[in-house]
C-alpha cells in the first residue's frame, strides 16, 4: 500500500492565483516527520519543509504555508499569488522513527504556473 | 555550499554495458542513498549506506549493486544494463540516522539504455 499519496498528477494554475498541492500520508508510528521537496526542471529536489508527528501547528513562510491535519493524516501545501519560479514536481515525504533511514515518497504533483 | 555531486547528468549505454553512476559529497554525511524516479511512480529507494561499506537493500534493488569505499562517495552500478533501466537516478545524502534528518540531493543522472 502507497504510505504517501499525491492524487494531484499535474496542476495548471495561472499566475497570481494561489494553488493548493494535497498530500495524504499512513503510518503507525506515533513519532514520524513529513517533508515537502520541490524539483525544477534543473532535477534537483530542494528540501522545503519538515514537520514531526508531534507539532501540528500549521506554518508560514513568504508565500508558502502548510497546513497539517493529523486527524486526516494530511500534510497539504500552499502556495499563495503563485509565480512561474514555482513550476516545478512538489514530493511529499514520510519517515517514521521505526525505520530511520526510510523515506517514503508520493508519486509528485507537477505545477506550471502560466504567466 | 554543501554538495551532493553527480558525476554524470546524462548518460547513454548500450543493453549489456557495466555501468557505474557515481556520487560525492561534502557534508561529511554517514548516510548515502540511491534512488530512482519514473514518472508516475516518484522516488524508489534502489539502496542506501549508513557506513562506509555497509550497504541496505531498498525497494528495487535487483539489477543493481552498491560501493561504499570512502564515506564521501557512493557508487551505483548496473552489471549489465537492459532498457528497463532507463530512468532518472538520483543520489541523497543525509546526517545522522533518525528520521528527522532532512536528505540532500544531486541534480540527477538521466541514464538511457539503448
Known amino acids: 500500500a502507497q504510505k504517501v499519496t499525491q492524487a494531484q498528477t499535474e496542476i495548471s494554475v495561472v499566475e497570481k492565483e494561489d494553488v493548493t498541492l494535497d498530500c495524504v500520508y499512513e503510518?503507525?508510528?506515533?513519532?514520524?516527520?513529513l517533508f515537502w521537496y520541490k524539483q525544477p526542471p534543473s532535477g534537483e529536489l530542494v528540501f522545503l519543509i519538515r514537520?514531526?508527528?508531534?507539532?501540528?501547528q500549521n506554518e508560514i513562510s513568504g508565500r508558502y504555508s502548510w497546513n497539517f491535519q493529523k486527524s486526516t493524516s494530511s500534510f497539504n501545501f500552499t502556495i499563495t499569488a503563485s509565480q512561474v519560479v514555482d513550476s516545478a514536481v512538489y514530493f511529499c515525504?514520510?519517515?517514521?522513527?521505526?525505520?530511520?533511514?526510510?523515506?517514503?515518497f508520493g508519486t509528485g504533483t507537477s505545477l506550471t504556473v502560466i504567466p | 555550499d554543501v554538495k551532493v555531486t553527480q558525476s554524470s547528468r546524462y548518460l547513454v549505454k548500450r543493453t549489456g554495458e557495466k555501468v557505474f553512476l557515481e556520487c560525492v559529497q561534502d557534508?561529511?554525511?554517514?548516510?548515502m542513498f540511491w534512488y530512482r524516479q519514473d514518472p508516475g511512480l516518484g522516488l524508489r529507494l534502489i539502496y542506501f549506506?549508513?557506513?562506509?561499506?555497509?550497504?541496505e537493500k531498498g525497494d528495487i534493488p535487483e539489477g543493481y549493486s552498491v560501493s561504499r569505499e570512502k564515506k564521501e562517495r557512493f557508487s551505483l552500478i548496473l552489471e549489465s544494463a537492459s532498457t528497463n533501466q532507463t530512468s532518472m537516478y538520483l543520489c541523497?545524502?543525509?546526517?545522522?540516522?533518525?528520521?528527522?534528518?532532512?536528505?540532500?540531493f544531486g541534480s540527477g543522472t538521466q541514464l538511457s539504455v539503448l
Open positions: 541523497a545524502s543525509s546526517s545522522l540516522g533518525t528520521a528527522r534528518e532532512k536528505l540532500f
Open positions: 503510518t503507525r508510528d506515533t513519532t514520524y516527520y
Open positions: 514537520r514531526n508527528s508531534f507539532d501540528e
Open positions: 515525504a514520510l519517515s517514521e522513527a521505526d525505520t530511520g533511514n526510510q523515506f517514503y
Open positions: 557534508m561529511d554525511h554517514e548516510n
Open positions: 549506506s549508513y557506513d562506509v561499506k555497509m550497504k
